[in-house]
């Protein structure tokens, strides 16, 4: 079992950028491949980028490709989604998600077994 709590979010002005951070806890989260997904009011929630459990391997949208960095801490068991060049379309509700299962089909909602509450990322224009 997992607790994933993500902070960070906020309102931002195009060009900006913002830090997300997830801190996981229960188990231990190095284990865990991590990945971020985002909501907008009215559509279904997408993928962002993901994280394999060592950090040897990323991946993100294309969306956000050159824009995002995904990472993580294990010694403090926190994943990180550094937000670059942020644009209105990028304004979201933002979600943490955790997987024990090997790394693959990264960016399938089916794959994580554990989310967290989100957090509002707002991008003026």
């Known amino acids: 079992q997992v607790q994933l709590v993500e902070s960070g979010g906020g309102l931002v002005q195009a060009g900006g950028s913002l830090r997300l951070s997830c801190a996981a806890s229960?188990?231990?989260?190095?284990?865990?491949?991590m990945g971020w997904f985002r909501q907008a009011p009215g559509k279904e929630r997408e993928f962002v980028a993901a994280?394999?459990?060592?950090?040897?391997?990323?991946n993100d949208a294309d969306s956000v490709k050159g824009r995002f960095t995904i990472s993580r801490d294990n010694a403090k068991n926190t994943v990180y989604l550094q937000m670059n060049s942020l644009k209105p379309e990028d304004t979201a509700v933002y979600y943490c998600?955790?997987?024990?299962?090997?790394?693959?089909?990264?960016?399938?909602?089916?794959?994580?077994?554990?989310w967290g509450q989100g957090t509002q990322v707002t991008v003026s224009s």
């Open positions: 229960g188990h231990t989260f190095s284990r865990y491949g």
């Open positions: 994280i394999s459990w060592s950090g040897g391997n990323t």
């Open positions: 998600a955790a997987t024990r299962r090997p790394y693959s089909d990264y960016d399938r909602r089916r794959s994580y077994d554990y």
